[in-house]
Each structure stands twice: as structure tokens, then as C-alpha cells.
């Protein structure tokens, strides 16, 4: 065939009338058809690719590009031709003078991207996903929950209460005697934190040691926390925190804050995780330093308010260090979205004052809450669905 | 046909050969140097390397002596992936409120919206399928698909709610159905693509199998009828656990059985034209694969865990193992090396999955398969345009899986 620029056709006629050959290492397909053209190439001032003694192509060598091909074969195509017309050569000797002719043959080839620029640019996307998640986020939360509507957020909160309800049984304790002393223990704490609407409120049968405040503003005391409180302000000085955070309208933020997070966090890693348990474990690095700064906020809302009630804030404390301390040694929670640390627990007993006000229940008042889900199959109406 | 002989009157047809000659050590490199990619680039190298593994399967796969080339980008993957975050954002904040709206009326209503995340999906499928068609050329001409999305998706939802509804029985016809639509668009050149599989061949072939799967459910069922007339035999429950452990040791041969089925059926039933294809992997081809996979799985696993006690060892000292799990609580440091820990993990079960359930079982697949009656196809005009990257995108963003 050639082995040369000057390769003339007696040259061809050597050994290039083998086109009907088996062994014909050229393959032209016009990009028009998948006919098989079995060619033979001449190298002038372009490249002619002839089939017998027509010439179905003229490509000049400066428009020839690599095609994507297994190694052993050069497959070549050419920016002026139709786009699917395709060279096939299975010749290293050949390939090797026609490739020495072409001078822009790896352009925008396949595999030869920039790794240095996909790397480069990952980076930075990555680095502002993450700046966004660290500062534009937090503040995005904060402006963003002030905005909400409180009928929407009531609607998110009925949506969450009905979930929360189908997970837990969703029996609330409505014993007589001790509904009367719960409203009594929540209309002084929200009259002392400057609530002027009543909250709503109750408290719910189920043995799990909690108590949290849905978006909208209603709080769930569990009957569980209830079974390990010793005294009134404990369960005071929690259902004040909760208050704190319908203050500060936390479950909103979170929620923005939290969805804005997973979704960014998504965006980064994509389909590389397979599941979405990375972009929950990052997730939950981030939002876990975000609600400890919430939590210490709700706290100060309680230490001001038992403070205004006159009553100590150590029991609060001792209440959450009796659960978290007899917790943490069966279940391994990294990231407890109630941690009780050190410096919390430090910060409660600091600020705790001696008793200046009032007990907030009587003896028997509080007796009646402890019972408030042992069942009164009287009077009442049990629940309010 | 020169001599009357007993041969049929068609002479056999002489088949063209599809082998795959990749070289698995090169393709194990490519992913192992893909998956260090990602973890550097945050994983978006991920568009660039699904290119590159199609390019080394496409050019290394021959058929009639001539191997497709695969023309997709990396680049057409990145923003097709950005075209269907601007399609999915607002679908999530509408489904958002829509979920709160429905959850007020009743707690859990707005589990409906799910159907609509899987037509979704299904859609994708559909699309993902067409941009890697039209991305596929060989001897000069593409392969190009049209048809609709949407109607691809509808069909698949109902098919799919028609198998829940029967445990599973009419998965072969389910195929076959969504398959002959898919493949009634799909087109090389001016050569028009059918599926001539039927769901009932596939059930006769796959119904022991089934019958294997479901072997806890019914065996349920019939303990619940034992028990009902007069409890379990003595030994009973005994029997009952080794039988559970027999068949959760049976389950990757029957799903090794299962896809080296389908995967004949599949191949057995594509026609382009007058071309045929023709696979005889066997039952048992596939077995090996999914051990390993398996067997992988678990050392990487024990590899993981080993690293994580190592670390809150390392970093919480080994003293004082009482109140160890109340001091992990919220341990940034542990935290982070769980992440990269755990990111570790799914690189390396990656690269076990694309060397094992992608390049070995294609290399296997390919090496049963061959092609009939080719010489149809040496003539095909090229037809068709190319479609977007918009379906790979959403696939991604949904994570859904198939083809």
C-alpha cells in the first residue's frame, strides 16, 4: 500500500490491489451507510482514500481527528466530512505516517479531558457548596424563618403531629386531675416566658424519655419523661426549653436549614454513594453543631424563665443527666440531637438559684400529673381524634 | 443447495461473531483511577468515568469483526445532570407542599406521590436508554431511538402494579411488554429494532425460580396453616431455621440462575430488521460473579469496621471503655473519620461492582452472543439525530437503574 508520501499507485498495485483481500487492514465507512468500503489510501497533500479506482474521499490532513477505538486499530474521522464517516486502519506502519501528517488529531478527542480541569473545578464547586452550607445557609435560616407564614407553619406542624402520632400509638393522657395541674404547670411557665397565646400542649403515652415542640408551636411532653421526674421544676425546666424553641421558631429554621443541607449535600456527592446514608451522615456532622447552638439558645430561654418563676434550673439538668446517663450505655447515638454536654449541664447548674417563688404545683397537683395516663375511664373523653 | 439433501431448505446461517476482548486488568486500573477521581473531585468526576468505562466496554465489544465506538462526552453527562436538577428542584419543593397539605388530611396520604417519583424514574429509564443508542455507532451509522417517555413510563407503572398485586407472576410478561416497546423504537440507521421475547417463555423458564424466591412466603403461609390446626411438630422451629439459612445461602445462585435467563431471553429476542441475535449462557454462568461480588463485600466490610474500632480507639483512648458510647456522642473527630471511613467503603465496593457486575458480566454475556443474518444490516442508510443527556441526568438524580 504506502509507506510514504511519494507511494505512488504502481506501489499500491504491489501490494494494494489486495482490496478484495481478507487482510485489508483500511475500512472506509462514508458516514451515509454502513456499507463496508475495503480502500486503499494515498498520501498527497490530503489524504485520498480510493476504493479500486474511484476515490470515495478526500480528507485534508489538518481535519482529521482520532476516533474513539480499542488499541490495535486507529479509527479517524474528519471535522469536514459527514460526522459518522469513519477511517479504519489495522495497520501500525500505516497509521503511524498517516498520524505524523496530521496535526490536530487529538483535538477534543475521547479520554482527553482535562483531569487537572475536572479536578480544578470540582473543587471550587465543592468549596462554595460548603461555604454556602456554613454561612449562607445558617443566615439564609435565620431571615427566611421570620418570613414563614405561622398558618403555614401550624400546617407543617399538624402534618409532623400526625406522623409523630402514627409512629408513638398517638394516645394523649387526658386524666382529669392531671390535665388540670399540666395546663396549670404551662400556663405559669408561658405567662413568666411572655407567651400571650395559650399554647397548646399535652402530653402523649408512650415510654420513650422526650419531649419536643412541633413547628407552629405545640408541645409534646412523653409520659416516659414524665415517669422519671422527680419533681415539678424538673419537668418544668424542660417544657420551658421546648418553649424556647417555639420562641425562637427553631423547628422552621431547622427544617430550612436541614433541607437546604441534604439537598446541597446531594448535589455534591450525587449517585457515588449508591444510598443516601453518606448524605445523611454529613448531614447530620453539620446540622449537629447548628441545633447545639439552637439547644444552648433554648436553654438560656428556660435559665430566664425558671428565673422568673423563682425556681432552680439544676433540676433540669439532673432530669436530662439521669436519662442520657443510663441511655449511653446501650445505645451508641454519635450524634443525639439533645446532647447533654459537659458545658450544658455546667451552665444549668451555674445559673441554678435557690427556690424565691412558689412551688409551681402542690404536692397533689403533682401526684395527679404523674397519673395523668392512668386511664380515668370516667368523665373524660379520651383524645381528641 | 446445489444437491438435494436432507438439510432444510435454509442453509444454516453462518453467524457473525460477537466476542469482547477488553483486558480486565486495564479496565480494573480505569476504575480503580476513576474511583481515586471521584473521591478527589467530590464525585463529579462520576460523568467522565461512566463515559469511559462505555468507551472501553463499546470499542472492545466486536461484532462481525467490527466494534461500535461510543461518541457520549463526560461534558453531555454534566449537563444533562444540571438540566434535570432544574426540573427536579421545583418538582421537590412542589412535592414538598403538596406533602404538607396531604399529610394534614391524614398521616401518611402523601404516599400517592411516590407513584409520581417513579413515573419519573421510569421516564428516565427510557431516556438514559436513548441517549447511550444514539451515542452507539457502528460501521458509520448510529443506533437511535424515539418514542415517548411518558407513554413508556404509564406502561411501566401499571405493568408494575399488576406484579405487586401478584407476588411476582407476571414479571416475565411485564418484561417482555416494556421491552417490546423500547426496542419497537429503537433503530440502526433506516433498520428498525423489534423484541420478539415472550413473557410466557421467560416464565417457563423462570418459574421455578420464582417459586424459590418466594419459598419463605410460602412457607409462611403453610406454618401459619399448621399452627392453626395444631401447632409446630416438636423440632419444628429448628427445621424451619435451617431451612431459612439454606435459602438465604440459595439466593445468590437463584438470582445468578434468574439473570443468566433473562439475559438469554433478552439477547435471544432483539431483531434489527432481519438480524438476530442468539445467546446460550448457561444457568450456572453467572454464579461465580455474584460470590465474589459477595465474598468482596464482606472483607471490605470487615476492613470497615476494623478501621472504625481502630479509630475510636485511637482517638478516645483505650482506657476507660465504660463510658466510651457516651463519649462518642457527638465526637466531631469520630464523626469525620466515620465519613471517611465509610467513603472508603463505597469506592471500593464500586470498584468490585463495575470490575464484577459490569465488565466480567458483560465480557461474559458478549462471549455467548452471536449475530445472525448480518449481511441484512451491510446496507443500513444512517438515520436519526442525536438526543440529550437529560434522561442519564435524571436517572442520576432519582437514582434509578436500568436500561
Same mark, same amino acid.
Not at chain 1, 501500525?92 to 487529538?106: D, G, K, M, V
Given at each position: 500500500m504506502m509507506s510514504g508520501m511519494d507511494s505512488g499507485p504502481d506501489h499500491n498495485s504491489e501490494n494494494g490491489s489486495t482490496a478484495s483481500q481478507p487482510g485489508n487492514p483500511c475500512v472506509f465507512y462514508d458516514g451515509t451507510s454502513s456499507r463496508r468500503h475495503e480502500v486503499r489510501l494515498e498520501l498527497k497533500d490530503h489524504l485520498a482514500i480510493n476504493e479500486n479506482d474511484t476515490t470515495l474521499a478526500t480528507w485534508p490532513f489538518a481535519d482529521i481527528r482520532r476516533a474513539d477505538s480499542a488499541s490495535g486499530m486507529l479509527r479517524l474521522s474528519c471535522v469536514t466530512a459527514p460526522s459518522l464517516a469513519r477511517l479504519e486502519i489495522r495497520d501500525?506502519?500505516?497509521?503511524?505516517?498517516?498520524?505524523?501528517?496530521?496535526?490536530?488529531?487529538?483535538d477534543g478527542a475521547a479520554g482527553r479531558h482535562g483531569i487537572a480541569a475536572i479536578v480544578g473545578w470540582s473543587v471550587a464547586a465543592t468549596i462554595s457548596i460548603v461555604a454556602v452550607i456554613w454561612f449562607g445557609l445558617p443566615l439564609a435560616a435565620d431571615r427566611l424563618a421570620s418570613l414563614v407564614p405561622n398558618a403555614l407553619e401550624r400546617r407543617i406542624g399538624d402534618a409532623a403531629e400526625g406522623q409523630i402520632r402514627g409512629i408513638f400509638g398517638g394516645k394523649t393522657c387526658n386524666n382529669a386531675s392531671g390535665r388540670a395541674a399540666f395546663d396549670k404547670l404551662m400556663k405559669e411557665i408561658g405567662t413568666a416566658a411572655g407567651i400571650d397565646t395559650p399554647v397548646r400542649a399535652a402530653v402523649l403515652e408512650t415510654p420513650v424519655p422526650n419531649a419536643f415542640?412541633?413547628?407552629?408551636?405545640?408541645?409534646?411532653?412523653?409520659?416516659?419523661?414524665?415517669?422519671?421526674?422527680?419533681?415539678?421544676?424538673?419537668?418544668?425546666?424542660?417544657?420551658?426549653? &421546648?418553649?424556647?424553641?417555639? *420562641?425562637?421558631? #427553631?423547628?422552621? $429554621?431547622?427544617?430550612?436549614?436541614?433541607?437546604?443541607?441534604?439537598?446541597?449535600?446531594?448535589l455534591l456527592f450525587g449517585d457515588v454513594t449508591g444510598s443516601g446514608a453518606l448524605i445523611f451522615a454529613s448531614r447530620s456532622l453539620v446540622t449537629a453543631s447548628y441545633s447545639r447552638d439552637a439547644e444552648q439558645a433554648a436553654d438560656e430561654f428556660s435559665i430566664d424563665v425558671m428565673h422568673r418563676l423563682g425556681r432552680p434550673t439544676k433540676p433540669m439538668g439532673d432530669l436530662i443527666f439521669r436519662i442520657t446517663g443510663s441511655q449511653a450505655d446501650k445505645t451508641v447515638s454519635i450524634l443525639s440531637?439533645?446532647?447533654?454536654? &459537659?458545658?450544658?449541664?455546667? *451552665?444549668?447548674? #451555674?445559673?441554678? $438559684?435557690?427556690?424565691?417563688?412558689?412551688?409551681?404545683?402542690?404536692?397533689?397537683?403533682?401526684?395527679?400529673?404523674?397519673?395523668?395516663?392512668?386511664?380515668?375511664?370516667?368523665?373524660t373523653t379520651p383524645g381528641d381524634h | 443447495m446445489n444437491q438435494m439433501t436432507s438439510v432444510p431448505l435454509h442453509p444454516p446461517p453462518i453467524p457473525g461473531e460477537v466476542s469482547f476482548s477488553g483486558d480486565r486488568d486495564e479496565f480494573r486500573g480505569l476504575v480503580e483511577r476513576g474511583a481515586g477521581l471521584e473521591l478527589v473531585t467530590f464525585g463529579f468526576y462520576r460523568f467522565w468515568l461512566a463515559t469511559d468505562i462505555r468507551r472501553h466496554l463499546w470499542s472492545h465489544t466486536s461484532v462481525d469483526g467490527d466494534a461500535p465506538e461510543y461518541t457520549g462526552r463526560g461534558r453531555e453527562l454534566l449537563i444533562g445532570f444540571l438540566f434535570a436538577l432544574a426540573i427536579l428542584v421545583p418538582i421537590y419543593l412542589a412535592y414538598f407542599i403538596i406533602g404538607i397539605e396531604a399529610e394534614r388530611y391524614k398521616a401518611f396520604a402523601s404516599f400517592p406521590l411516590f407513584l409520581f417519583f417513579y413515573l419519573f424514574g421510569q421516564f428516565a429509564i427510557y431516556r438514559a436508554r436513548r441517549y447511550r443508542l444514539t451515542r452507539t455507532v457502528w460501521r458509520g451509522v448510529r443506533f437511535w431511538m424515539d418514542g415517548s417517555g411518558w407513554a413508556y413510563a404509564a406502561r411501566a407503572a401499571a405493568w408494575t402494579l399488576l406484579t405487586v398485586l401478584t407476588l411476582g407472576a407476571v414479571l416475565p410478561w411485564r418484561e417482555a411488554a416494556l421491552e417490546r416497546y423500547k426496542m419497537q423504537h429503537c433503530h440502526y440507521g433506516d433498520l428498525p429494532g423489534r423484541f420478539e421475547g415472550r413473557g410466557s417463555e421467560l416464565f417457563k423458564r423462570g418459574w421455578r425460580l420464582w417459586l424459590?424466591?418466594?419459598?419463605?412466603?410460602?412457607?409462611?403461609?403453610?406454618?401459619?396453616?399448621?399452627?392453626?390446626?395444631?401447632?409446630?411438630?416438636?423440632?419444628?422451629?429448628?427445621?424451619?431455621?435451617?431451612?431459612?439459612?439454606?435459602?438465604?445461602?440459595?439466593?445468590?445462585?437463584?438470582?445468578?440462575?434468574?439473570?443468566?435467563?433473562?439475559?438469554?431471553?433478552?439477547?435471544?429476542?432483539?431483531?434489527?430488521?432481519?438480524?438476530?441475535?442468539?445467546?446460550?449462557?448457561?444457568?450456572?454462568?453467572?454464579?461465580?460473579?455474584?460470590?465474589?461480588?459477595?465474598?468482596?463485600?464482606?472483607?471490605?466490610?470487615?476492613?470497615?469496621?476494623?478501621?472504625?474500632?481502630?479509630?475510636?480507639?485511637?482517638?478516645?483512648?483505650?482506657?476507660?471503655?465504660?463510658?466510651?458510647?457516651?463519649?462518642?456522642?457527638?465526637?466531631f473527630a469520630i464523626t469525620a473519620a466515620a465519613v471517611v471511613g465509610y467513603l472508603g467503603f463505597i469506592l471500593a465496593m464500586n470498584v468490585v461492582l463495575r470490575v464484577y457486575l459490569l465488565r466480567d458480566l458483560w465480557a461474559r454475556v458478549a462471549a455467548s452472543t452471536a449475530a445472525f443474518r448480518l449481511e441484512a444490516a451491510a446496507n443500513v442508510a444512517a438515520k436519526g439525530e442525536l438526543a440529550n443527556a437529560l434522561g442519564e441526568g435524571l436517572a442520576g438524580g432519582l437514582d434509578v437503574v436500568g436500561f
Open positions: 501500525a506502519s500505516i497509521a503511524a505516517a498517516l498520524t505524523a501528517r496530521c496535526p490536530h488529531l487529538n415542640a412541633l413547628p407552629g408551636g405545640k408541645v409534646y411532653l412523653f409520659s416516659g419523661l414524665l415517669a422519671k421526674a422527680d419533681n415539678p421544676d424538673e419537668i418544668a425546666g424542660v417544657l420551658a426549653h &421546648e418553649l424556647g424553641h417555639v *420562641r425562637h421558631r #427553631d423547628n422552621t $429554621r431547622n427544617m430550612i436549614y436541614s433541607g437546604g443541607t441534604s439537598f446541597l449535600i446531594g440531637n439533645h446532647p447533654l454536654t &459537659e458545658d450544658r449541664l455546667k *451552665r444549668l447548674t #451555674d445559673e441554678d $438559684r435557690p427556690a424565691s417563688g412558689p412551688p409551681l404545683l402542690t404536692a397533689e397537683e403533682w401526684a395527679s400529673l404523674k397519673a395523668i395516663c392512668i386511664a380515668s375511664k370516667g368523665p | 424459590a424466591a418466594a419459598f419463605p412466603v410460602i412457607v409462611a403461609i403453610l406454618a401459619a396453616l399448621v399452627g392453626r390446626i395444631g401447632g409446630l411438630p416438636p423440632g419444628g422451629s429448628s427445621i424451619v431455621g435451617l431451612l431459612s439459612l439454606i435459602w438465604v445461602f440459595a439466593l445468590p445462585f437463584i438470582y445468578g440462575a434468574f439473570k443468566a435467563i433473562e439475559w438469554r431471553w433478552w439477547i435471544s429476542g432483539i431483531r434489527f430488521g432481519e438480524v438476530s441475535f442468539q445467546s446460550d449462557l448457561s444457568g450456572d454462568a453467572l454464579y461465580g460473579l455474584y460470590w465474589k461480588v459477595i465474598g468482596w463485600f464482606l472483607l471490605i466490610l470487615s476492613l470497615f469496621v476494623i478501621y472504625l474500632i481502630t479509630c475510636s480507639w485511637w482517638i478516645l483512648g483505650f482506657t476507660d471503655m465504660v463510658h466510651l458510647a457516651s463519649r462518642l456522642q457527638g465526637s
